[in-house]
């Protein structure tokens, strides 16, 4: 089931890629963006990490990223934790969270991708040479990004439209400086 914008996010306690707890219980100083990825070879999830990580020193004084992936710790490391990001990491090959937060899966999400972002799939496979490797999980998953307030309250739920679809970072600016005010 989708979860709402005003609802508190539903909470959870799991080990990060480097054995530390994360609570999102554990009080915080600033918002926190929880994005849901699907595997970690996907060229489409390994390009939005990318941007994130270009824009690191940008948004590491105004919210916490934590990524999350339907694959495990070895599998990360091998494909997209090659590019050394600064943001906590979340293995979930069991998926419990994906469900706690209801992201979905859709075929036609999937194939809306390989139409409107061919683009962007190219980029991801030619230009930076995002691979796709094994997959682990579900192809057709699509990703999910939930912005949370200190008090635990979601600011903004956005669902994927398609396999490559994340919340625009000026809709992500737009919501720090509200929450600044």
């Not at 970690?40 to 994130?52: D, I, Y």
Request: glycine share 6%; aromatic share 10%.
């Amino acid at each position: 089931m989708r979860l709402q914008n005003g609802e508190i996010a539903p909470n959870f306690n799991v080990q990060d890629m480097n054995g530390n707890s994360f609570d999102l219980l554990k009080p915080r100083s600033k918002p926190l963006l929880i994005a849901f990825f699907r595997y970690a070879s996907c060229p489409l999830c390994n390009l939005r990490v990318h941007e994130l990580i270009e824009n690191y020193e940008r948004l590491k004084e105004k919210i916490e990223i934590v990524l999350i992936f339907q694959s495990p710790k070895e599998k990360i490391e091998q494909y997209v934790g090659k590019q050394d990001i600064p943001y906590r990491v979340l293995p979930n090959p069991s998926k419990t969270l994906y469900h706690l937060y209801g992201v979905e899966n859709s075929w036609l999400g999937f194939a809306k991708a390989w139409t409107i972002k061919i683009k962007q799939v190219f980029v991801a496979v030619l230009k930076n040479h995002y691979l796709p490797g094994s997959v682990e999980g579900e192809i057709h998953r699509i990703p999910a990004d939930f912005v949370v307030g200190q008090d635990n309250k979601i600011l903004k739920v956005f669902y994927g439209k398609d396999i490559g679809d994340h919340l625009p970072l000026e809709e992500l600016d737009s919501i720090l400086k509200r929450e600044q005010k």
